[in-house]
């Protein structure tokens, strides 16, 4: 069966700002307050995608999500004109209006979980929208996310959030990786989580992602047991700074490249997915060790917040990382050493993410990975995918709407409002999602 790896990146909003709103995010809360660059920040993304389309990959877009989210605002007690309800709350609730404004829907990594339809016992393609419930701003997203996976997958099974409640807490693919031989064969999936639901919560950074979610989305996508895993992350890592499991792990094919300390329990991992994958494939492990890369270089740098992808006609992986691990001596030099040797991943290429980065968000979150045979891909709504000519309308399109810089004294301003509304009124034709996909469009 002929499939491939695609990547759809969510493409960044025009209310980009740093507001430090992500509890064990470390970049999050050190650039809180600074001016961010919303332009520079869209092209950044929009400029990855298209050197992903440019080297053979499938490469899809998902839209930004409406900021401010006035619906959240008026279930808040606010009443009134959009004018009204933006000013007052900026007034009374400023707090709250960070997490309005917040463009966090850009990191798709956190969008949804997805099982391949070669995965799944009833042979479609499942997507569970990640209820995203450890923090205010990212709560606001699911259902968006779900209408935005309807409209690019419409032949997909596209379910609904989990109950957005502290035992069923779900951060999507940010916590899952998928292996196999090939990608039109049954892999192995690798759910990864921070604790159990029903646990006492512990000092420290909150983790996000519990056994009940992953366990709840296994069942729903119809996956094989057998060929499930359910790892923990270490607690080390978390309050390290690795609130979700892709920023000291990442996958592709039979590879699973990770930090030394990303797991509770490494040695029973290995023997997990091993014991999974007897019969499909031998899996390989490449295991980072801390003395090599110390875990504050690996999560500083975004070592594994990369894109672990193999371009076509090239037998090894590359790794996809931001500039800041090139920048950073102990992993620019681990990079050296991995590509050297005749191991899975044969090379890195760096890629400029920094308007991302700052907030916390390599290459990798920046996308959702879905696995789609060649008749699932002619399915996808074909505005949503991004070649040279897409790529070209989105850039004219930003740099018609968004604004070059965006300080914290910007934030108040309603013109915000109105600037953003136009700007994702236009792009619901550029991208074929409807008159009526956004909230605002619907009144």
Excluded at 198 to 225: C, K, N, V
Excluded at 355 to 380: I, K
Aim: hydrophobic share 40%; charged share 20%.
């Amino acid at each position: 069966m002929t499939a491939m790896e695609s990547n759809f990146d969510g493409l960044i909003g025009p209310t980009h700002n740093y507001g430090g709103l992500s509890d064990g995010n470390i970049a999050s809360a050190s650039n809180a307050g600074l001016t961010a660059h919303p332009k520079k920040a869209v092209l950044q993304g929009l400029s990855k995608m298209l050197s992903m389309h440019n080297q053979g990959l499938w490469q899809g877009v998902l839209p930004p999500h409406q900021r401010p989210f006035l619906p959240a605002l008026r279930n808040f007690g606010y009443t009134g004109s959009d004018r009204h309800i933006y000013e007052q709350a900026w007034k009374n609730t400023p707090g709250l209006m960070k997490n309005i404004l917040s463009a966090s829907s850009m990191w798709a990594a956190n969008a949804a979980t997805v099982s391949p339809s070669m995965d799944c016992q009833d042979g479609n393609l499942h997507f569970t929208p990640a209820n995203l419930s450890t923090m205010l701003h990212r709560s606001l997203e699911h259902q968006q996310t779900q209408r935005a996976l309807l409209a690019a997958f419409p032949f997909a099974k596209v379910h609904s959030a989990l109950l957005p409640q502290s035992v069923f807490s779900d951060e999507g693919a940010a916590n899952h990786v998928r292996l196999c031989k090939q990608r039109g064969q049954s892999g192995v999936e690798l759910f990864v989580y921070g604790r159990e639901g029903f646990e006492p919560q512990i000092a420290g950074y909150p983790a996000r992602q519990t056994l009940e979610a992953s366990h709840a989305i296994a069942r729903a996508h119809q996956l094989d047991m057998a060929r499930t895993v359910f790892a923990r992350q270490s607690r080390h890592a978390i309050d390290a700074g690795a609130f979700h499991n892709d920023v000291v792990c990442v996958g592709a094919l039979k590879t699973l490249f990770y930090h030394e300390y990303a797991f509770d329990d490494t040695a029973q991992m290995k023997s997990d997915i091993v014991r999974s994958a007897k019969g499909l494939f031998d899996p390989i492990f490449v295991e980072v060790p801390e003395h090599e890369v110390p875990i504050k270089d690996a999560i500083k740098a975004y070592l594994f917040n990369s894109m672990l992808v193999q371009f076509p006609e090239d037998n090894r992986l590359t790794l996809i990382a931001p500039i800041e691990t090139q920048e950073t001596k102990s992993t620019q030099l681990y990079c050296e050493k991995l590509v050297a040797g005749n191991g899975p991943i044969g090379a890195v290429r760096y890629v400029d993410v920094r308007q991302s980065m700052r907030n916390g968000g390599g290459p990798a979150c920046l996308r959702l990975r879905v696995t789609m045979t060649e008749n699932e891909w002619q399915q996808v709504n074909p505005s949503m995918k991004l070649d040279e000519a897409v790529y070209d309308k989105l850039c004219a399109w930003a740099n018609r709407h968004y604004r070059d810089d965006l300080a914290p004294k910007d934030l108040p301003d309603p013109s915000l409002m109105d600037e953003s509304f136009a700007a994702l009124d236009e792009l619901t034709g550029i991208l074929g999602i409807g008159p009526d996909f956004y909230p605002f469009q619907r009144i």
